[in-house]
């Protein structure tokens, strides 16, 4: 009996799976003719030329391939990103995807709604206190200790008001400081 050829990954002879009884294997190659054994070997000369032959093809196409790339400036990086984006589309087309994104939808609405009702109420909490007998008393209070600490002044004026304020009133002391020094 001929070894058989090294093929590489590529095998042709039959290897035992695990559990197959190996003495059958032989048996069976023991019960070929020699006329059967030489028209298999021709056979498996022919096979192994034909995937050699194959190989240099796809060997050939590959190079053929990375050369039209090349050609047309596609990288490893933009392959990568379609690939990327294929994927992504083949995903969200799918029922399992859209089902979910519904669902996540529908619960967004919901949360969304949840939360302007949880503010409404809060708006609505917080006018209620402003309202109250007790708030409005605190109100009054600190009104009248406004008008106390600051005079006559007309309550409720903005910022800006009183900024001036401040501002003519250091601008006056200033006038009045320097008169006093001019005058001594």
């Known amino acids: 009996m001929e070894p058989p050829r090294d093929q590489g990954l590529l095998r042709s002879d039959s290897i035992p799976e695990v559990g197959e009884d190996a003495a059958a294997a032989v048996s069976m190659a023991e019960t070929l003719s020699e006329e059967e054994r030489d028209e298999l070997r021709k056979e498996l000369a022919k096979v192994e030329e034909e995937i ?44 399992a995807y859209k089902r979910t994104s519904e669902t996540l939808s529908q619960a967004g609405q919901k949360a969304s709604a949840a939360f302007s009702s949880v503010g409404s109420v809060i708006t609505k909490k917080f006018e209620d206190v402003r309202n109250s007998p007790t708030f409005k008393s605190f109100e009054e209070k600190v009104e009248n200790f406004k008008s106390k600490v600051g005079g006559s002044k007309p309550a409720g004026g903005d910022f800006g008001e009183v900024l001036n304020s401040a501002a003519n009133a250091s601008a006056t002391e200033t006038i009045a400081e320097q008169t006093e020094e001019e005058t001594h």
């Open 52 to 95: 050699q032959t194959l190989s240099q093809v796809l060997a050939a196409k590959e190079k053929h391939l990375a050369e039209i790339k090349r050609k047309l400036g596609i990288n490893s990086l933009q392959e990568l990103k379609q690939n990327i984006t294929k994927s992504w589309q083949d995903v969200t087309s799918t029922t």
